[in-house]
């Protein structure tokens, strides 16, 4: 059988068609979608090292302020009181208020050492009621050294309770003061 010229071109025409058609649909689509897959995969890198870039000039920004949170964490822990446990802590308070009073020329009548509280989780407070005998001159001197004392005191609970003699008025405050640990981690 005999193929006319026209057929020929006909079907030289159609296979040439078939042929774009399947290089269009095999070739250039895959390339295209692999050229933008691509692209979008360096964007998203592109935006990652820019992430990572911002981060690594910040580094010395961070390491001051880390630096900075550091000291005043130290300064804080140095108002701590040095005992590692409860007992300790209140043994050196005894002798931190006893102290103070005796410099203020103040009286202490009684103290009783109250129960302790955990603060968070490795902090502890340990807190003294204290009678006193003073005037009010030795108070006010005795509340003015546990206010400006290096280590922190609290004050709480503060009651003034007056006695009368024949010759006399006689003051009797009754304070709680406290003072805080950091607690061993064992």
């Not at 025409?13 to 295209?32: K, Q, R, S, T």
């Not at 090292?49 to 822990?77: A, F, N, P």
């Not at 050196?92 to 006893?98: C, F, G, K, T």
Request: proline share 2%; aromatic share 6%.
């Amino acid at each position: 059988m005999k193929i006319s010229k026209r057929d020929r071109r006909v079907l030289i025409i159609g296979g040439l068609f078939a042929a774009l058609v399947l290089m269009v649909l095999y070739v250039i689509l895959p390339f295209l979608d692999a050229q933008s897959e691509i692209d979008t995969k360096l964007q998203l890198a592109e935006k990652r090292l820019q992430q990572s870039l911002k981060v690594i000039q910040s580094e010395s920004y961070y390491r001051t302020q880390q630096l900075e949170l550091d000291e005043i964490l130290r300064k804080y822990q140095a108002q701590l009181l040095d005992a590692e446990d409860s007992n300790r802590a209140r043994v050196q308070l005894q002798a931190i208020v006893r102290d103070l009073a005796e410099e203020s020329g103040v009286t202490i009548s009684r103290t009783t050492p109250l129960q302790e509280r955990t603060v968070g989780e490795d902090y502890s407070e340990v807190t003294l009621q204290i009678n006193l005998d003073s005037g009010m001159q030795e108070l006010a001197n005795f509340l003015y050294a546990l206010s400006t004392h290096p280590k922190f005191l609290k004050v709480e609970q503060f009651r003034i309770n007056m006695r009368r003699s024949r010759r006399e008025v006689r003051m009797q405050p009754q304070l709680h003061v406290s003072a805080f640990i950091k607690l061993s981690r064992v």
